[in-house]
């Protein structure tokens, strides 16, 4: 079955060719498109639609919001398991490990995922998709390089996400010491990358660099 990640740079909306994309490989009659986020001390009701306006411009109709930690976790679990497509929103990184990573909904996630179901991270979201979830200075309380594991919906790969807007290039750089030499993205706001099991299948948005043969290259 073939497996579709779709990781952005920075917070939502979808660039209009990815959405598309991400539409286009949900199944209909599947179930919603769940979106999983961290809630914020502002409401959320007015800012989480921002992630699905694009996918429903791409004539999706049903959408699940599923605030954490707020809602149950049995409730995220079926949802899940139920649902033709996943978000995974953005935010404190750690916070979503927290609440995502080695639990029954990261287990469930990880479950529709190696069935076909896409799945899509924005910044935070993304950062928990790898093996490696690494987390730059500037996106942690410590302010140093940090890391953690992640979902592991793709092995071997060192994401940095905000990169231009951060100046993150030493992160990368960081991570690529720390963990050897792996593919390795920096993405920045604005811009999205689709790996098609595993492998880098579309970009679009602004940049997209990766550090190759210790040189910074831009890819996209």
Known sequence: MDKHLFLNGGGPPFTPDLARKFASKTQAGAGPVVVLFVEREEGWEDYIPIYTRPLADAGLTEFRYLPLPATPVDVVVQSIENCSGIIIGGGDTDLYADYIVDTAIGGAIKLKYESGVPVAGFSAGALISPELCIISAKDNESRQFDHRKGLNLISELLLSVHFTQWADEDHLRTALRTF?????????????????????????????????????????
């Open 180 to 220: 050897g030499d792996l593919p390795n993205y920096g993405i920045d706001e604005e811009t999205g990358i689709y790996l098609l099991n595993g492998a880098l299948e579309m970009v679009e948005g602004g940049g997209v660099y990766s550090v190759v043969n210790d040189i910074l290259a831009k890819i996209h």
